[in-house]
């Protein structure tokens, strides 16, 4: 059976066999030869949400600590994509959980929080917008642009991604950590506030 098998077989075999040798560097190979289809096969069957680009290296990291289960000479592609279909199926399962528990339960914690801040104290309002108000202010550049287009201007995602040039989980990514930034920025001034009104 490997007598029939082609040069780029024979040279996978080889760059798989170094690895179980102990030559984790080898399988830089591996990863070479089928990072572009994996991705691409990836791209045409993973649902909108998933992370490609995780899935993929996700995959190649499962293979990897698990190539002691793979016969040589077999067909390794096969093997991989097997692996990368399970990966994508888990993630997705994974995805929809949270979906799921987003739609039974975001409405009444969105509830929750709408009741707290129209119980808040008007004060206490004013002086919490105050403190985002300066904390964008304090905002590099970039980011500030970010917040413009996706908060004021209501700028889709995907036209964001255009705009800046980077991948739309990239954008997601950086809108999150902006939120997180201005989240504790604001928390800082407001304890900063109430330490000196005590």
């Known amino acids: 059976m490997m007598n029939d098998r082609s040069p780029e077989e024979t040279l996978l075999d080889e760059a798989l066999q170094r690895v179980l040798q102990g030559e984790a560097a080898a399988f830089e190979h591996v990863v070479r030869r089928f990072e572009l289809p994996l991705r691409a096969w990836l791209a045409s069957h993973a649902p909108p949400g998933v992370d490609v680009d995780e899935i993929a290296q996700r995959s190649f990291v499962a293979s990897f600590t698990r190539l002691a289960e793979y016969q040589l000479g077999t067909n390794f592609a096969a093997w991989l994509f097997t692996i990368a279909r399970y990966q994508l199926r888990t993630e997705t399962t994974r995805l929809r959980r949270i979906a799921d528990y987003h739609a039974r339960y975001g409405p009444d914690l969105l509830q929750r929080e709408l009741d707290r801040r129209v119980n808040e104290p008007l004060e206490e309002s004013s002086q919490r917008f105050e403190n985002l108000n300066?904390?964008?202010?304090?905002?590099?550049?970039?980011?500030?642009?970010?917040?413009?287009?996706?908060?004021?201007?209501?700028?889709?995602?995907?036209?964001?991604?255009?705009?800046?040039?980077?991948?739309?989980?990239?954008?997601?990514?950086?809108?999150?950590k902006i939120r997180q930034q201005l989240q504790r920025c604001v928390e800082a001034r407001t304890a900063k506030v109430e330490g000196h009104s005590v």
């Open 134 to 176: 300066r904390c964008l202010e304090n905002l590099a550049e970039p980011l500030r642009r970010f917040v413009t287009w996706r908060y004021e201007e209501e700028i889709p995602l995907e036209e964001m991604s255009q705009r800046c040039g980077r991948s739309v989980a990239a954008v997601k990514k950086q809108l999150w």
